[in-house]
């Protein structure tokens, strides 16, 4: 539990191409009010641990180090990237501008919902599904004992 009675959770991942996983931390969710917090991921990387902050989620295709920081039908601003020293670089971003107008943008364009559609699922099946696809951390997380447990018997 965090300060705010939350329960955090943890997952290990394999994000980038080393052998050394990275830790997704994730406590409640974070709609206005409920006391949760963002997803961070933490990286061990130059002798220190850094963390990364996520919009909503995070998603990525293992040991490829492809990095979603939300998703299409995420209302904001979302990305696609990498992790280089511990910290998300944006290859490219999209998201939406006014809902109530359909004013979306990729990168620097805007456009309208089903542009923006088109462009993720082309990106999404040529730079993800050859690899199988994004991993979501899923149900099954950790308490951080449990977690502890799990790196020290790597």
């Given amino acids: 539990m965090n300060d705010a009675g939350i329960p ?3 997952w290990l991942m394999y994000v980038d191409e080393d052998d050394i996983p990275e830790v997704l931390m994730y ?25 990364q ?17 939300g998703g299409i039908e995420l209302i904001g601003s979302c990305s696609m990237g990498r992790l280089v020293k511990g910290v998300m670089v944006d290859e490219l971003k999209y998201g939406m ?22 462009l993720y699922n082309e990106w ?3 730079s993800v599904e ?4 994004f991993v979501y951390h899923g149900e099954d997380g ?4 449990e977690i502890i447990a799990d790196i020290e018997g790597l």
């Fill in 27 to 51: 406590q409640g969710h974070n709609s206005i009010g409920s006391g949760g917090s963002s997803p961070e991921l933490l990286v061990y990387t130059d002798g220190e641990i850094k963390r």
């Fill in 97 to 118: 501008t006014d809902f109530f107008n359909d004013k979306y943008y990729w990168n620097d364009r805007t456009i309208t919902y089903n542009e923006l559609e088109k």
């Fill in 53 to 69: 902050s996520f919009y909503r989620d995070m998603a990525y295709v293992p040991k490829r180090n492809i990095v979603s920081n």
């Fill in 130 to 133: 050859p690899y199988g696809g």
């Fill in 8 to 10: 955090v959770t943890y």
């Fill in 142 to 145: 950790k308490t951080g004992e």
């Fill in 124 to 126: 999404v099946k040529e």
